[in-house]
Every structure is written in C-alpha cells, then in structure tokens.
C-alpha cells in the first residue's frame, strides 16, 4: 500500500498533531533489574522542563506540521503571507539560514528551571522538520553547518551545551527524537508517487522500495546513536513520530537500536509514543491528563502556554493553574512535562520565568507532597488530591481563584482505613485538630491560614 494517504491508525493516534496515548494493556514491565530501578527513579521525579525550539521559532508557528499537505488545513491557519505550498515549504525549510539565536543562555535556562522545582530536561534535538540542533556528522541540516549564523557562535552545539548546562544543576537528561525526517530525501524523496503532496510518512512504500528505506533505517540509527554516546549520560530517549511503526509498514527495527545503546547506557529508558511493547516503557498522554490513574510509568507533556512552539503575545496558564495540574497528574500517577518555548533569540520568555519561580517558590515549601511520592486512594476528585510516601498521606485541597472562600473547616472525603494520629499544614502549622466520621474528616485550620486572598492549595500532612 502507497503511504500517499494517512493510514487508519495514523487517524486514530494524531488530531491536529496533538497524539493520543497507549493503552495501559499494552504496556510490558522490563525484566532487566537496570530498568526497573530506573523506572521508580523516574516516577520519583514529578516535574520535567520539556523544550520544543528550533528555526520554526522564528515565525511563531508550530512545529514541523505545516510542511504536511495532509495536515494545512489546521497548521497552516497562521501562514498568512504565502498560498503557494511549494513556495511556503521552501521557505520554511530555508528558515535555518536566519536562525541566529545568539542569546541562548543554557546556564541560565538550566538555573531557572532548577529554581522552577523541575528535576530533568527534556529537549528537542530534532522534530519532523529534519533540522538537528546538534553537530551531527549525518546531514548538513543542522544547527552547525556553516549555512546556519549560529555555526560560529561558542554555544553553536546547542544540544551539547544545553545538556552540559543542565547537567551540572543536577538535573538529568531526556532525549525528544523524531523518527520521521521530513528533510532527508530517504524519507521524503522527491519523483516518487505522492508528487509534491506531502503527508506524515514517507514518498514510497517502504516495502515497494527496500533498498531506499534501509538507508533511511541506517541514517536513524546513526544519529540516535550519535545523541546516545557522544553527548553524555542521557536518561530517556522520547521517540515522537508514532506513525513510523511497524504496523504502519515503517519499521525502523528500534529495538536493535536500543539494545545497542543499552550496551553503554544500560539505563536508557525508550518511550516510544503509541506503540506499546517493550520499548515504550513511558506512556505520554499529550496536552492532556488521564481520567482515571494509571499505575504504568507515564509522563503528561502539556504546555505553559498555548502551543509547544513559541507563540508571540502567548496566552500563558496561570501558576495557579499549573500547580494544580501538576497536583492532578502526580495524584493519578503521572509525570507533568511541563514545555515552555524559548525565543528565537535563545531566551526564555518573560512570563514564563516568572511563572517558574512562583512555581519554583510554591514547590519549595509544599516538595515533600510531591517528589518522590506515589499515588494512593482516593487519588484525585475536583478540588482534592491525594499522594503518599512510606507511612504518611499528603492531601492537596485546592483553591479555584484568589476570590474563593477560605474556611476554619475543611472537609475532606477521605474514608480509609489507616489511623491517623497527627495531621499538618505544611507551611504552617502541625498537629491541627481534626474530627474522624464515616464520611471522612473535618480539619480546623489555624487562623493564619484563613486569608482573603485563597492560597493555590492547602497541604496536609496525615500522619
């Protein structure tokens, strides 16, 4: 079958370029005692510092997708300049010859999202568009290749230095790679029978042509590998592109891929979005939050603002907002990657720094409710989330805006068996007084508590 049309499956996974999630049945528990103890670790962490940025940031609009005729009808809704398709993908694809971010600032970028409370970084080393933000020795579309301004400058091996840069703060490594190139001509080869309409996958039948799709499968393997022994310890490679599969009849033969990097990395966890199987060992629900827990390692990349790319004039969450999705994620089970997009001139916006350290500020009196903690029933309903940690239970009570009304009694539906001896405020008081019934417990808070202005939540601590 000619990949010229979108498959069925392709329908199901991606919506707007927004992918779905893996069902949890389809998850496999590595065997390997290296795995499992890096899963828990994962599940310790809570709060990544998730990256999408490449040339693309300088127009303001998204990612890679505009360069598939299949998906113009949604992602071209901001090219308001050009008509012409053929004209527009040529100059998107020129847009690393003006990508000259010469106020990159990783030590920077590293230091905020530390202050932030984020505990790894997940960056995008190249998304569908091709471009490598790396000093590949596989294509000359990259960040150092003297066809870019940026090739002279002392950070021009943007992954390197972001990685170094994150790395020394303590915070560790994940790796976005696409597994579709929409630069490569093994991938997107022109004089094939799709024309010059372009769709997610490849030009050709990949079983039609296997010659041709082999060199593409050689030419992935390499720079994977290339981003998995020569830039330093590296903790999860995310995989995104979850059309190029097998059943989509694009194998790229991943597992020898990762088994291969294991042999230096033995660690390496693979998330291989919306394949399931033993190399998807995250599930990555995008732009959303599952509705119900899931008791599988998973991660939500959701964005700070309104896009995973930068947006100029960006409509951003309220901290309020992000620290009460990081509560519903971590009660369900979950990872928050949170994106924010950085400038084409290589800094972070400034709403976004100031949302990281209220975020950052909040998490440093209130962290020991969420790092290193597991979910626990009754897990999460409206305004109320629930973690714990050894013998103890935090519970979060949220506030919907600075408006809602603080009382001197909280209710909280917590109907477990586990006795109670003590309950805290973090931040404020210990052994409040509280009263136990059938329905659950009634907590009188102290009068410091009780402000006008509603805090973003009160967390208790049942000891």
Avoid at 338 to 351: H, K, S
Wanted: with cysteine; charged share 25%.
């Amino acid at each position: 079958m000619s990949e010229n049309k979108e498959t069925s499956s392709e329908k199901e996974e991606i919506e707007n370029g927004v992918h779905s999630f893996s069902n949890t049945k389809n998850w496999v528990k590595p065997s390997e005692a290296v795995l499992i103890e890096q899963l828990e670790w994962f599940k310790d962490q809570k709060l990544g510092f998730m990256m999408h940025w490449g040339p693309y940031s300088q127009l303001g609009l998204v990612e890679s997708w505009a360069l598939s005729d299949h998906d113009a009808e949604w992602s071209r809704e901001d090219v308001d300049w050009e008509l012409d398709a053929e004209v527009f993908k040529k100059q998107y694809f020129e847009l690393n010859k003006s990508f000259n971010p010469i106020r990159f600032q990783p030590d920077e970028w590293a230091e905020l999202a530390k202050e932030g409370g984020f505990k790894y970084f997940l960056f995008t080393t190249k998304h569908h568009d091709g471009f490598c933000m790396w000093d590949t020795k596989t294509t000359e579309y990259k960040i150092t290749d003297p066809s870019s301004p940026f090739h002279t400058h002392k950070y021009a091996d943007i992954v390197k230095h972001a990685f170094d840069a994150f790395r020394a703060k303590g915070l560790p490594i994940a790796a976005y790679f696409s597994k579709a190139d929409w630069h490569t001509e093994t991938y997107w080869k022109p004089g094939m029978e799709r024309g010059t309409q372009t769709s997610r996958g490849p030009s050709y039948d990949p079983l039609q042509y296997p010659e041709l799709w082999e060199e593409f499968v050689q030419f992935t393997h390499n720079q994977m590998m290339e981003l998995l022994t020569d830039y330093g310890r590296v903790e999860v490679l995310w995989l995104d592109a979850g059309w190029v599969s097998e059943r989509n009849k694009q194998d790229i033969r991943l597992g020898e891929l990762v088994e291969k990097a294991r042999e230096k990395q033995p660690w390496l966890l693979s998330a291989d979005r919306l394949i399931g199987g033993p190399y998807e060992n995250i599930i990555t629900p995008e732009q959303a939050v599952p509705k119900n827990p899931m008791d599988v390692p998973w991660e939500s990349c959701i964005t700070m603002g309104s896009a995973f790319s930068f947006r100029y004039e960006d409509d951003y969450k309220s901290t309020r907002q992000l620290i009460h999705l990081l509560i519903e994620v971590i009660a369900k089970g979950g990872n928050l990657a949170l994106n924010v997009a950085a400038q084409p001139d290589g800094r972070l916006p400034r709403t976004a720094i100031s949302r990281m350290k209220e975020m950052g500020a909040w998490l440093k009196v209130h962290g020991e409710a969420v790092y290193g903690t597991r979910m626990c029933a009754p897990y999460f309903n409206d305004n109320i989330g629930f973690t714990c940690k050894d013998e103890t239970t935090f519970c979060f009570y949220m506030y919907d805006n600075d408006d809602s009304v603080v009382n001197e009694q909280i209710f909280i539906p917590y109907t477990n068996d586990t006795i109670i001896t003590t309950i805290d405020l973090i931040g404020e008081a210990n052994n409040l007084s509280f009263m136990r019934t059938t329905e659950g417990i009634t907590i009188t808070i102290p009068a410091s508590a009780v402000t006008d202005i509603a805090p973003l939540a009160h967390v208790f601590r049942f000891n």
